[in-house]
Structure formats: structure tokens, C-alpha cells
T-cell receptor
């Protein structure tokens, strides 16, 4: 199964942009890249996902490298509420079944 | 719309016992996935059910099992509990079960402590 690698932790100043990287060098052609975040004492929360093209939504942007071996989650203006563990996840539909590979997660600290 | 609910929220068991955890997905969602989260191993996928059928299973021993009912509610069972089974068990639901495309909605989890 494809694996993902993320930095253990990152810091950002409030209202500054944050770029959270994820390496997935063994990604397969059918793997979608998903990002979730987990606030303390809560279940994970969906952030964004994509396959090949860059994606934007109200929460964040996802930049996917041309070779798809890495991606970057971009929070345009970090707020204190964005302090969480961010997980980069590969999901692959395969013959009706899914393979799920989790990254180790990046703990984002937002400094006021 | 109500979110994913999990019961119980906290559970204490002793080694050798078995436990059943319950998950009620968001209304209309047909896919339910289960995850185990521990400080050492992080988030690990247990299994996924769609329309009462197990579609995929993670790398866990046979002591971990699950099922899904016709109303999409799901249960997971762990038999012969071990100390290492202490974890937060998370349930997530999605609309159509094609998780590569679907957004998953997670419940708050059940915190299981095995003594």
C-alpha cells in the first residue's frame, strides 16, 4: 500500500498562510489525496481532497505536484481554531474496495 | 441533520472480556468505516461496511469484527480483549461508500480502556 510522510509538527503565526506538506512517493494512479484534521478531543474533520488538479474550497487549497508524489495543504490565513493535527490520507477505490493509508499527521500550532 | 453518533462514549473492560461498540451514521449514509486511534500507532483503518457488506478490512486480527444492519447502523466487536486494545475507536460515515470520492463524517469516538 502507498505510504505518506508528514512533518510531525509545524508552527504558524495567526493570520499568516500555512503550507502543510505531504510526501506520497509510492502513490498509485487511482489514489485520491484526502486531508482531514483533528481538533483535541474530537473526531477527524474533512478538509479537502483531490486527484490530479489543484483544488480550492472555503477551508483550504490543495496543491498537487505534477508527478503526484507530493501535495501541500494551504491554509490561507491561519486562525487559532486551525490548531489541530492534520492528516494526509490516500484513498483508493479498487474493485469496489478501498485501501486507506494514513500519514502520521502534522500537529499545527498557531501562535497569536 | 444529526451527526454520527457513537455509544458508549467511554468504556472500561478487563482483559479477556469482549466488547461491542455501536455507531449510527448520518441519515442517508450507507457506508460506515471504523478506525482505531492510539498514541503509538496513530489512526489505523479497521474495516468498512456498505449496504450490510464488508467492503474492506485493515490489518487487524480476527478478534476484531463488525457488522452493519439494514438501517446502516453498525457495530464492532472485539473479543478476548488485550491491554493493547485500549484506544479511541472512531466511526465514520459517508454517503455512497466510494470513499475515494466521498467526504467522511466522523463521530466523537468511543474511548475503550482495558485493565
Amino acid at each position: 500500500d502507498a505510504k505518506t510522510t508528514q512533518p510531525n509538527s509545524m508552527e504558524s503565526n495567526e493570520e499568516e498562510p500555512v503550507h502543510l506538506p505531504c510526501n506520497h512517493s509510492t502513490i498509485s494512479g487511482t489514489d485520491y489525496i484526502h486531508w482531514y484534521r483533528q481538533l483535541p478531543s474530537q473526531g477527524p474533520e474533512y478538509v479537502i481532497h483531490g486527484l490530479t488538479s489543484n483544488v480550492n474550497n472555503r477551508m483550504a487549497s490543495l496543491a498537487i505536484a505534477e508527478d503526484r508524489k507530493s501535495s501541500t495543504l494551504i491554509l490561507h490565513r491561519a486562525t487559532l481554531r486551525d490548531a489541530a493535527v492534520y492528516y494526509c490520507i490516500l484513498r483508493s477505490p479498487s474493485g469496489g474496495y478501498q485501501k486507506v493509508t494514513f500519514g502520521t499527521g502534522t500537529k499545527l500550532q498557531v501562535i497569536p | 441533520k444529526a451527526g454520527v453518533t457513537q455509544t458508549p462514549r467511554y468504556l472500561i473492560k478487563t482483559r479477556g472480556q469482549q466488547v461491542t461498540l455501536s455507531c449510527s451514521p448520518i441519515s442517508g449514509h450507507r457506508s460506515v468505516s471504523w478506525y482505531q486511534q492510539t498514541p503509538g500507532q496513530g489512526l489505523q483503518f479497521l474495516f468498512e461496511y456498505f449496504s450490510e457488506t464488508q467492503r474492506n478490512k485493515g490489518n487487524f486480527p480476527g478478534r476484531f469484527s463488525g457488522r452493519q444492519f439494514s438501517n446502516s447502523r453498525s457495530e464492532m466487536n472485539v473479543s478476548t480483549l488485550e491491554l493493547g486494545d485500549s484506544a479511541l475507536y472512531l466511526c465514520a460515515s459517508s454517503l455512497a461508500g466510494g470513499g475515494a470520492l466521498d467526504e467522511q463524517f466522523f463521530g466523537p469516538g468511543t474511548r475503550l480502556t482495558v485493565l
